[in-house]
């Protein structure tokens, strides 16, 4: 029977363990070719789905910059419009305060006042006590001429100008139509020459009327009245 068939030589318990640990390392070796391009694809998906969180798309970054035109379009205008009539009622508001700063201090000195406009050049307006008119176009003080009132304070007498400048209020527009120099009256500030002035800025337009009676009154002669003054008669 040995002859025939040879001799069994069963495997010992070293050759199990080696054959055991061949056929793990050949699993694990298996497990790890399947499991690192899967590794790789989900390392390359979540690096793509960064970049994609992290930043922005060409189409979104157009779409920004159409609402950011959309949006100055309609607000530019508004801005513009703001500050339009914003210089228009600061001019309006001071010639008027003059005038009638004009008035009381007719009252209040016992003098006459006389108020000069002038419209030349650049416009400008302004008023000095007593019977010699000034020039409201003289910038220096120290010219005979220029605009200013004599106020008394502790030290002694200083000149106030009183002189406004349409440097100050740009693209207002000054006319009037007053027949000769407005004076208020010392004893009761009548005036004697009335008149109109009109200030304009772009679309909006405003009247300061003075009456000989010495009394201001403001109105708003724009097409569409939107200055807040009551609309001209």
Not at 53 to 77: D, K, N, R
Request: proline share 3%; glycine share 10%; with cysteine.
């Amino acid at each position: 029977i040995c002859a025939c068939f040879g001799v069994y030589d069963p495997p010992t318990r070293g050759d199990d363990q080696d054959n055991i640990r061949e056929g793990r390392s050949a699993m694990d070796a298996g497990i790890s070719s399947n499991v690192a391009p899967d590794r790789d694809k989900a390392a390359k998906q979540g690096a793509n789905h960064g970049a994609i969180q992290g930043g922005f798309t060409v189409i979104e970054l157009m779409i920004v910059v159409v609402v950011i035109a959309v949006l100055a379009s309609i607000v530019g205008p508004t801005f513009e419009e703001y500050f339009t009539k914003q210089r228009l009622r600061q001019a309006v508001e001071d010639i008027q305060g003059m005038l009638q700063e004009a008035k009381s201090e007719a009252i209040v000195r016992g003098v006459d006042v006389i108020v000069d406009i002038d419209t030349s050049g650049t416009w400008c307006v302004g008023y000095r006590t007593g019977s010699t008119v000034c020039d409201c176009t003289k910038t220096s003080q120290s010219d005979s001429a220029y605009c200013a009132i004599d106020a008394v304070i502790s030290s002694g007498t200083v000149a106030i100008s009183k002189r406004i400048s349409g440097a100050d209020y740009a693209d207002v527009t000054l006319s009037e139509t007053f027949s000769g120099n407005p004076a208020f009256d010392a004893v009761n500030s009548v005036n004697s020459s009335a008149g109109t002035i009109t200030l304009q800025n772009g679309d909006w337009k405003a009247l300061l009327k003075v009456s000989l009676l010495g009394r201001v009154f403001v109105c708003d002669d724009s097409t569409v009245a939107t200055l807040g003054y009551p609309e001209c008669p």
